[in-house]
Every structure is written in structure tokens, then in C-alpha cells.
């Protein structure tokens, strides 16, 4: 059935993934020697380390992302192409990776749903992996992770829904009090990184917003093991000091349920709070446990020295996988960004050989640099060095964090995005408009029962809210108590005894 | 039941909206000589002129906002306050406004929805208007708005969905043309900046994302009128050339319908689109319409001489109304950005001499500056003064479409911001990285059905994918014949008539 096209065909290279052993391996592939095909959910890398700081608005969304167009500038020409959608399986005899693919969302109701095959003639498996719940009951429902940009979008969300719903009249002092807390569970980088920094936008910035909120606003980590573990006694002594000035609540303790309230922690104590941020590290994909192939203990896709994928101990010659979803069992790498780009730099690398010379030239070898950890606005830890560590501290410590990673961001557009926003949010506080805001229809939707179209809620929810009586009425004489007071509480309410009717009767 | 506080009463000074005038007033109010309480869905300002351009990433949304407490900072203590809520009614007797505010969405099935009541001294409603649908079938539900950055967003979010849609291989070839067909109906100043933006987008930026896509992309403007029929002849005739050499198909009808897969006109014809944006003016919003007051004949709020609002014919002292919401029946102003701020910088100067001198100094009076629409990247029609207009197109007149738009900024935040945006999008082409995108759980959720929770859905739609068919391989063959024809098609594939089986037993 097949009708030769006069070129001389070149090889499929398929990546699966846009993470950071994707992108370095499609960065590094010779776009002239090969068709290659990306297949992700996300058309874009996140700059991953930074991605807690995009939280707070210290940095812009965009800022961190970068278009897998302009890694690989190649993927806008045919036969090179990237595909938006998700991998589901892999068939290593027929050497397919089976797809699926959807419509737009919000246009119908029934989404089309497309699955196709993808041949490959090499391929990458670099799809990375979930966060590990431990089966915790409530967890992947109720609390947020840190690993995308959507659900860094997603907390920066909740923050500001829980500032704006703290400050509403007609919620109690412990309501207020339990949305302003916010409890981390893990206590490692990421988790650090953004305890502290959500710290000091309680400390510096809510005040720009609502200052009689911000005596209420609290951070919590639970950690079951130690917080900044993988540092030596003299930077974790000094990063634990500096965790106590910022106020942040270190909890020695493991989390057993989360709920709508809170967290259930080991001794049965519920910790009240209105957002959880989970950051226990990773577990694998669904990809990954559907694959037939060898695995780690800890359910990573086992490959050997050249990064090539083993079934029943012997590696398949022209299937890769790197980053968090692969280890070798020998000697498994952390799960870090810094392991993921190291990988996909050798693969890009030993592709290019494998494809014209058909030999790979070396095994892969990491070397550990170090690891750094910001510790808020003006202060970090840094250990620099896999045997003899030198440990810096302190302001220094943040610049070299600050140097090290704006050297690491590939393009200029996002090295100088990222440096504006470093100097606007230290000049004008950070980002605190929240965009998506109280929505009319969402309102409406929720009086108007949920069942009608848009068109129909408006007039169905006015009559419901004509029907309503009033909890409360905000007068000029409240508003002064409350200020002298500090601010309303219920009972002040309570105390004065005002209805509605009251006051009008007062007034007129 | 009264305890007197020992604070001499200052005046609530209520203001529902945050919009121009809202801010614009509530940024001119003296805060020492009464109680300012701000009532609104957003905490923010939308410097709405520059909305359009958010759409394709030329300028970033943070941009376009600014805070309501950095427009008014004694907003952050008390007495003074923002809420954010939602006013449904108003009690004119009373002097009570009646507000609805909304728990944190997404914690619980079942939202807390609070109402309570503000006294008011002084009110100003400057809620703004709704889009006007002219109860077109499907607008409200099918269309997007552009007036609110949400929208602008969900505008952004669908161009890019569709792009990544109209790209995936199994979709045909007239689902990527319709996917790719942006309709825009309304030919007034903000449809035609945001159909030029649009059509720059397409011709100079997509082509870093999918260059093959590019001879798809289509926009079209519907307007029953005349395209920028507020200009005059010569610039007018600009407009139209300069639409034309971008590739912007102006049709002459209204529309009749909006439908899942794009608009009917007038004629009965169906124009195929993946976006249609709705921009045709505005009307009154659910509150307008429930309050016991005069309006006029377009059921804006009727006002005085003094922006005093009527009822029965005589003003009511100490109610106020002003910007889309409210117009004077014997000299209405049109909608305008323009209007609202002019009237918000002279309520906010005259409430602070009523509160204090009891009178009103002036009644407010309004002068046309001119108008100014932008045409893409490099051109711009301006036309000054009121009675002798003088006419500038061209560069220059977007300079001073820039220019004008940058010192009207509030914030020397925004100011920057906006600038940097600027030279970055002309550097580096405009943002396309859409953060949202495909989103796991959201394919899970589809293929396992509605009902289960996210810990549930994954598994389940693991097992049902697997028992999916692929539709179609993609191959080398079929990718290198794809760059022979500039695309893969439909055609070709049946053409080849690969199956999954066939390349698998092809290749072992």
C-alpha cells in the first residue's frame, strides 16, 4: 500500500514530555538529522525551581514558562511537530506511542475525545512524574501542589479568595483566622521556598492590601522527618533561625487526612487552615505504571548507564527514558531539576552520534553541584559541592541562588523578565490583583440553582436575592467602634444589637 | 441599644464599583473627612482601553490592573474598607445598600453565600453596564466579552486551545479552518483593536508557533453600521485600507444567532468560526434594572446636572450616579472610559465639598477630546478636538495612541510595566504560552466519566483508553510526505492507508 515519497526518510525522534530532560534533549537534537516529535499536555517548560515564587506574584506567570517552540526553534516546520496531548501507553515490539488528544473545552458538551499512534524510531520517555500522596485520604482533592504553572495559579487564586472572603463582614473572627492559615506539608526546597516566601508577603505586602488582616495570617510546615534535611547542621541551624523570624510554625508531625477544614495530623489534632500545599515529593504517572517494562522499587522506569530502558533486564537500544520517571537501580538519581538537565543534555548529545554513527560515545555521569534554598526576601542557604560542601548563608547566599539561576534560564526574553519583576515586586510590593475575582455568574449560577444557562440565572437569582433578609447592616457608628476596637468582631455585633430595621428606624 | 463610640461620626461614603468613575472618584475623596466603603465583585481597576491587546499577550494582564488600595490607599485601615461583594439592591428610604459576598469556591459543594447591608451618607452607583445582546439566541452562553480581564483571558485561553486543537492530527482540515476563523461582531473601536491585534498575531507571531498553520487563519468583523463610523471621511478611509492590507474581511450584516460552531447573519448564512467575540455596546446590568428610580429610554440610571440621581423627577441629595450606568436624559454621553473618568474626578472633588460646606460648587460639564483607535503594530487613526477635529493616521498617530494611553496610567508601576511589555512583544514576539492548557485531570475526568473524584478518575480512564482503537500512525513516510504537500490532509492519509496493524507489521 505504500507509495514512496522521492526523500530519503530520516528517523522518528519522539519525545514524551516538556519538563526539563525533554527540553535539553530537544534542544541538543540536530533538527537536520532526524523528524522530531514532541508529544506533551503543556506546549511550554516551567522554570520549576522558581515556581513557588510565581505564587505570590513575585514572579509573573509568564516569566518562568518558555514556548517548547522557542527551545527547539525547528518544531514550527513540518516533519518536525509537536503534538498537545497525552501519552497513555507505549508499545515497545511495535515501536508506538499511543495518544490522546482533545477538542476545545467549553465549546460543546460532549468534548471530542482523539487517540493515534505515533511510530517512533527513537524514543524519550521524560514525562516525569505525580506528587506522592502516600494514599493520604483527601489529599489530591483538597490540597494544592507546586509542580505546573496551573496549580501555581491555583493557590495564588485561593490566597487571594481567602484575604478577600476573611474580610467580609459577615464572617466570624475563627472563619477569618482559619482562611489566613496556611499549612505546608514537607518541609524540603520547594515547600521552604514557598513558606517563606508567602511569609513575607503576609509580612511586607497584605499590609498594602487589608492591614487589620494581617495579625491573622499564619504559615505552618509539617514535617515528619527534618525540615531542610539535606543540609549540614550549620546551615540548617541557621535556616531554622531564620524560618523563627519569619514567623513561620515548624510542626514536627505527619499528615494522616485532609479535609475541606484543614489537615488531620498523626496525634488526631486537626489543624484548621485554608490552604493546604502538599510537597512530600514524587511517585510515578499513570504512564509510567502502565508501561511494560522493568521498574525501581519506587516505581521509576529502571534504565541502565546510557539511560536506555530495560525489559526483563536487557536494555531496548532505542528507548530512553530520563528525569524523575527513570532511575537505574544501582545508583538512583535524586528526582531534581538539575539531574533532569544534566540527562537531557547527554541525550541530546548521544542521540545525534546514535543517529548517524550509530554507537553511543559514552554512559551518563552526574555530578552533584550543590543545592540551594531561598529563605525569603533577603536571606538563603547554599552548599556548593558533592564531597568537601562550602556553605553559604545569609544575603550572599541569595545572590548566588538569584546569579546561579537566572544564568540557568534559557532565553533572554525570561532572564530579563525575570529580573524586572525581581526589582518590581522589591519596588512596588508584589502582584496583588487577583484577575479571575468574585465571578457575577458564578454568583448567579449558585442562587439561581445550577442547572439553567447563563442567559437564565440573572433574573432567577435577583428574585432569590429580593428574597433574603440581611445578617447584618455596616453603619458609620460600627465602623468607628471598629476601629477602635482594632476591628469587628461578632460579638461586637452581637454587643450592639442592630438589625436592619433597627437602624433605619434609628435614622429616619 | 446604642453605646455612643467618643469618635465624632464621620459620613459613610458609599461607592459600588471599581470601575473609572468609581475610582476615580474614590481616589480624589479626602479619607479624613469621612468613611470611604468600596462595594465591588474585583479589588482591582481595569484600564479597559488596553484590554484587547491582553488578548494575544502583547501586553501581560498584571498590566492593565491596578489595586483599588494603591488607587486609594487609606482603603487599607479602617474605618475605611473595600468589600468584595456584589450589590443587588438599593434601599433609597433607608439609605441601605444591600450586598451579597461569596465564601472561597472550590472548598465545599456548597458555598457560603452572605448578604448583609451598608449605611450610606453618600452613594455614588458606578456598577457600569453589561455587553448588549439584543437577545441575539446564544451570545451570553457561545460569545466571548471583552470587557472584564477574565474574559480577555478566557479569549486568550480559547485562541490558544484552538490553535493546539486545529493542530492535533486527527482533526480535519475543515475543523482546522473553522477552529482557526476568529468573528468579531461589532465594528466600533474596541472590536477593530482587537481584530487588528489579532491579525498582526496571526501574521507575524503564529509562525513561531506552527508555521503551517498561518494560511488558516482568517478574522472577520460583522457590523450592520460602518466599520469606525465615529471618524470622519479620511480617516475613516484610512481605517478601511489599513484593515484591508491586514487581511480583515469586513461584512456588512448583524447576527441572528451564535452556535456552537459560529454566528448566523441576517442572509441565513452560517460563518464557521472557533471564537466569536462580542463587542456591540452595552446596556443595563441586573441592578440598574431593579432599582426604584427614573431611567432613561436605553434604562440607564437618570441623572442631573449635578450627576444627582432622579427619582420622579427630583434628585435625590445625597445619591449619586455615574460612568455606563447613568446618563442625563436631556444630553446622554456616550459610554466611554473618557466620560466616567471626567465624571468620577468631579464627584470625588464635590462630595468632599458637600460632606464639609454642605453645597455643590458646579454642575458637571463634559468636552469631547477626540478619539483614537489603534490598527495593529504599526498604525493608528486619531482624531482631536470636538468641533474643528483635526485627523492624524499612521505611526505617528500610534504615537500618540501611546503616548496618550501611558501618561492616562495611574501607577508608575503600570506605566513600566506597559512599556516593558511593549519593547518586549516587539522583541520578542507576543506571549503564546498558554499556562492553563490540557489539563490530565480534566481528560480523566471526561474519559471516566462525571461522577467519580480525582483520586478515582485516573484509573478508570486508564482502562478505558486502553480499550480504545487508535484512528490513525503517524509515521516517518506520512511526515515526509506531509512536507511535500505543505500538510498532511484528511486525503492523504486515506490515501496511504496505514493502519496501526499495517505499520506494525511493516516494520518487524
Known sequence: MFRRTTFSLKPNVVIVGTGWAACYTAHRLNPSICNIQV?????HMVFTP????????????????EP????QPALVNLPHRFYRCMVYDVDFDANIVKCVGLGVPGTTEKLPVHTFNVKYDYLLLAHGSRPNTFNTPGVTDKAFFLREVNEARGIRKRLVQNIMAADLPTVPIEETKRLLHTVVVGGGPTGIEFATNLAEFFRKDIVRLNRHLQKYCKVTVLEANEVLGTFDQTLRNYGHRRLAELGIN???TA???????????????TLESGLVVWSTGVGPTMLTLSLQCDKTKQQRISVDENLRVLRDGKAIPNVF????????VTAPLPTLAAVARRQGAYLGKQLNHLITKKTMT????????????ALGDASAIVSLGSKRKIGIQGLKALWVWKSAYLSMIGS????????????????FSRDITYIGDLSEDRLYKILAGHEMSRTKNRPQATEVLKGMTATQTFTPELLEKAVSNGYITQDDIREMNISPADMANKKT
Open 39 to 43: 508529544l506533551s499536555t503543556r506546549n
Open 50 to 65: 522558581l515556581l513557588a515564587h510565581t505564587t505570590t506574584g513575585t514572579l509573573e506567570f509568564r516569566a518562568v514558562c
Open 68 to 71: 517548547i517552540t522557542n527551545i
Open 250 to 252: 515548624i510542626v514536627n
Open 255 to 269: 499528615v494522616v487526612e485532609v479535609t475541606e477544614r484543614g489537615v488531620v495530623t498523626t496525634s488526631g489534632e
Open 321 to 328: 527514558a530520563a528525569g524523575d520517571s527513570a532511575a537505574n
Open 362 to 373: 559514552q554512559s551518563f555521569e552526574y555530578k552533584d553541584l550543590g543545592s540551594m534554598v
Open 412 to 427: 533572554f526574553r525570561n532572564k530579563l523578565y525575570i529580573f524586572i519583576n525581581w526589582c518590581g515586586s522589591h519596588l
